[in-house]
């Protein structure tokens, strides 16, 4: 089975730290993606990669930064918090740009004072 | 761009049947996917539909419309352990193919 797992779960932060929400795959998956899920609005996508060292924008990348310096790891970094990013965030891979299916993380929720 | 459009909320009974629509506007995608959440927990694959018609899978069923724009997930048999919030995405059609999802339906279900 894939498994997905995502650094914490539950995540406080004051305005203007530096976060950082990690996401590692053991499927030696290709794609990797960030969203952050709010209600009402599903779920957004914030950057993915298609690989190692290979970043894309989603739809809201802004705030936002990320990380794949290895196949099996992809970082989320909010350089500056804002209580606007208090959010659950989900981290999600996928065998390759080829397939449909994806694998969800179990999320992180993160509030931001 | 890409969006999809979902009903908020629906409500069913235990036992009876629900239909879960999804109408999107698309410049191009290879097909319509199914995922369902519980509370608290992480997004999960149930159905993809790469051409029009209808895709079964035990209980559910899923459908794909190209020419009206337009997909459905149909849950039959309904239990409570069904109540959850489903989501349908699309996967671009583009060097990327990132995966869009739409703003989800909140499924509750009455004994």
């Known amino acids: 089975d894939v498994k997905v797992t995502q650094s914490s779960r539950y995540l406080v932060k004051r305005t203007g730290e530096k976060v950082f929400l990690e996401c590692v795959q053991d499927m030696d998956h290709e794609n990797m993606f960030w969203y952050r899920q709010d209600p009402g609005l599903g779920l957004r996508l914030i950057y993915f990669s298609y690989d190692v060292k290979m970043k894309e924008k989603g739809d809201i990348p802004e705030g936002y930064s990320v990380s794949r310096e290895k196949k099996e790891r992809f970082s989320l970094i909010l350089e500056s918090a804002s209580t606007n990013q208090t959010s659950m965030y989900l981290c999600a891979s996928r065998a390759s740009v080829h397939y449909n299916e994806q694998f969800f993380g179990p999320g992180t929720r993160l509030t931001v004072l | 761009g890409q969006s999809l459009e979902q009903p908020s909320e629906v409500t069913a009974v235990e036992g009876a049947i629900v239909q879960i629509n999804c109408t999107y506007q698309?410049?191009?995608?290879?097909?319509l996917s199914w995922y369902q959440q519980h509370d608290g927990g992480a997004p999960t694959f149930l159905s993809y539909n790469g051409l029009d018609g209808l895709e079964e899978t035990g209980r559910f069923s899923s459908f794909l419309s190209r020419s009206d724009s337009y997909g459905y997930l149909l849950l039959q048999e309904l239990q409570m352990k069904d109540s959850a919030s489903y989501f349908c995405?699309?996967?671009?059609?583009?060097?990327?193919?990132?995966?869009?999802f739409g703003s989800g339906t909140r499924l509750s279900i009455r004994p």
């Open positions: 995405a699309v996967r671009e059609r583009s060097s990327a193919s990132k995966i869009i």
């Open positions: 698309t410049s191009g995608f290879y097909g």
